[in-house]
């Protein structure tokens, strides 16, 4: 384990008023991994994953993006530095924007003074939902993403950010919203996405969907990190047992 | 066929669309049958008409950009007066021409629109209220500034009377600027990024917030665009009446919110279209004319309006939930 993470934070810690919602936190992202965050409500999964995506800044502590240790603050910056894209349960588009002005959104291409080249985004878009994504039930990238299913938005949202090159996808509750089969293919897609040096983290309450996917596990408590195994070395039953003991 | 059908129901304005084609239909098949009692095609009535719906109609365009921030602009009725008498007054005390005094009424308008939008977005406090604050100062910044006496229009220039008042047979130059003003913004709206940006902004904040945009930055140039286009709007309708009323325009801003509402827009934002909205003003003064020319007691005209608005509506969200 001597490579260059591609985040990490030490002693982060992030107060609101009296509430200690990080307490001296240690996390990292590493190539090729799926890293399962774990724990009940109000543990600081939540948090953790808005302080790493730069939507919340951490009082103390310092955080290192390939191995160089960098201040994110704001959306932008953790984007940029970091390569980070966070995908919500109700993922960050639009229901009534079209499939190709979603992908594009806030990053159109644009032919002369800012106007958009359609063409050109929508070829593109067409390539995006082809590559490696395969959404089924998506014939044309001018439908609107509010037509889809929320396992269809979650794979749009998945695969803008492949497309965009990020490196590392938060993804929040990724599932909660889903049927079982689209859970199944939005699982799968996250391990296939290793391949593409793309790596993950997963908040989920639901600890079969982690096992099926994580490479390694980190459960919070209070604001703690207070277990973390990799796959290998532990199994369902302890990483249970540490998510629910108080 | 079928294709071409939901294509045009999938969009914002298809249901207007709908709509406004069988009115049109059923009126010219009406005009053409009883061309003596149903004036409907006489060159007179299409001129007055046209004239009419150039004013609400580039205000709307502008509040329905808004519209599509997610936010709202209840001053533009007020400040529609308020900046055609700065611009009245820069031609009779300041003797400006009066296409320099139109550029400083326009200039009044998007300052307001950039404070009102500074307010909204410095405090996060609903642009409704904001507004509706605004509405009363505009009102009275106008009786302050001028007084209650109504103020003639007078320049000189034939050019300007031209380019402003002049016609084309039946169509007049103020439904042309009309005509303008909406293809500029559907170039803004449809074809601009920043476009894309106000749908975005309006549709899901959260995820515009997410991708990297700024919804503050978006929605300041929205509430611009609103106060620029209530001024036009009111620089244009003062040159071809020849005066304005400090108390008029009160009460249109919310005819505008009507146009856009029939023609698409959502009340909440993320959705509309600027062929919609010119849709929905055409179709409020259609619905008018028609009333008149059916002698339909006037009195009664806001009522057919209000009917109007909600049947838009039921329609819009009707032929939608079929697709």
Redesign the interface.
């Known amino acids: 384990m001597n490579q260059i993470n591609y985040y990490e934070c030490k002693n982060v810690s992030k107060r609101y008023g009296n509430l200690t919602a990080l307490d001296n936190v240690d996390f990292h992202i590493a190539k090729n991994e799926v890293v399962g965050l774990l724990g009940d409500n109000g543990a600081g999964k939540s948090t953790l994953i808005k302080m790493m ?1 730069g ?1 919340v800044a951490p009082d103390t502590g310092d955080v290192f993006v390939d191995g160089k240790e960098t201040k994110i603050s704001t ?2 910056q953790s ?1 940029e530095i970091a390569g980070i894209e ?1 995908i ?1 349960q109700n ?7 079209t499939i190709i ?1 979603n992908i ?5 291409i ?1 032919k002369f ?4 080249d ?1 063409k050109k985004m929508e070829d593109l878009s067409l390539e995006v939902l082809e590559s490696g994504v395969h959404i089924s039930g998506i014939d044309s990238p001018l439908k ?1 993403i509010g ?1 889809l299913s929320g396992g269809q938005k979650q794979a749009v949202a998945i695969a803008r950010a492949v497309y965009f090159k990020r490196k590392i996808l938060l993804l929040d509750e990724p599932t909660s919203a889903l049927s079982v089969r689209e859970t199944e293919r939005v699982l799968k897609y996250v391990t296939e996405l290793k391949n593409e040096n793309v790596s993950s983290v997963v908040v989920t309450h639901n600890l079969y969907h982690a096992f099926q996917v994580c490479d390694r596990f980190v459960v919070m408590s209070h604001g703690k990190v207070v277990f973390e195994k990799n796959k290998s070395d532990t199994n369902l039953e302890e990483v249970t047992e540490q998510v629910i003991k108080v | 066929m079928k294709n071409l059908f939901d294509n045009i129901r999938s969009k914002p304005a298809g249901g207007i669309l709908i709509l406004f084609c069988t009115i049109q239909i059923v009126a010219i098949l009406g005009g053409l049958l009883y061309p003596e009692h149903f004036r409907y095609l006489n060159p007179a009535n299409i001129a007055v008409l046209l004239k009419s719906m150039s004013p609400l109609g580039i205000m709307a365009i502008g509040v329905g950009v808004l519209m599509i921030s997610g936010e709202f602009d209840l001053s533009v009725g007020t400040l529609y007066t308020f900046c055609a008498i700065v611009t009245a007054t820069m031609v009779k005390e300041y003797t400006l021409s009066p296409y320099l005094a139109m550029l400083v009424g326009i200039i009044v308008g998007i300052i307001a629109g950039l404070i009102h939008g500074n307010i909204v977005n410095r405090f996060t406090i609903p642009s409704f209220i904001v507004t509706l604050g605004a509405m009363l100062l505009w009102k009275g910044g106008t009786l302050l500034y001028h007084g209650a006496k109504s103020l003639r229009y007078k320049y000189e220039s034939e050019t300007y009377k031209t380019v402003l008042t002049g016609d084309i047979g039946v169509v007049d130059a103020s439904f042309l600027w009309f005509i303008g003003v909406g293809i500029v913004f559907y170039f803004i709206v449809h074809h601009h990024k920043i476009g894309n940006h106000f749908f975005a902004v309006g549709g899901n904040p959260e995820a515009a917030i997410a991708i990297g945009i700024n919804p503050k930055r978006v929605k300041l140039i929205a509430f611009a665009i609103a106060g620029g286009c209530a001024a036009l709007s009111g620089v244009v309708a003062m040159s071809r009446v020849g005066s304005v009323q400090p108390g008029g325009g009160l009460g249109l801003e919310l005819e505008a919110i009507a146009a856009c509402v029939i023609g698409g827009c959502a009340l909440m934002g993320g959705r509309g279209s600027i062929i919609g909205i010119m849709l929905g003003t055409a179709l409020i003064y259609t619905i008018q004319d028609l009333l008149l020319l059916l002698r339909a007691p006037g009195f009664y005209f806001e009522m057919f309006v209000g009917g109007l608005i909600v049947l838009a509506v039921i329609i819009n969200v009707t032929i939608r939930k079929r697709i």
């Open positions: 995506s939507v959306r932008k984007e966070t919500y993922s960050a588009l639009c229901d009534d924007m002005r594009f959104m806030g990053r159109e644009t003074f800012g106007f958009m359609h609107e037509a």
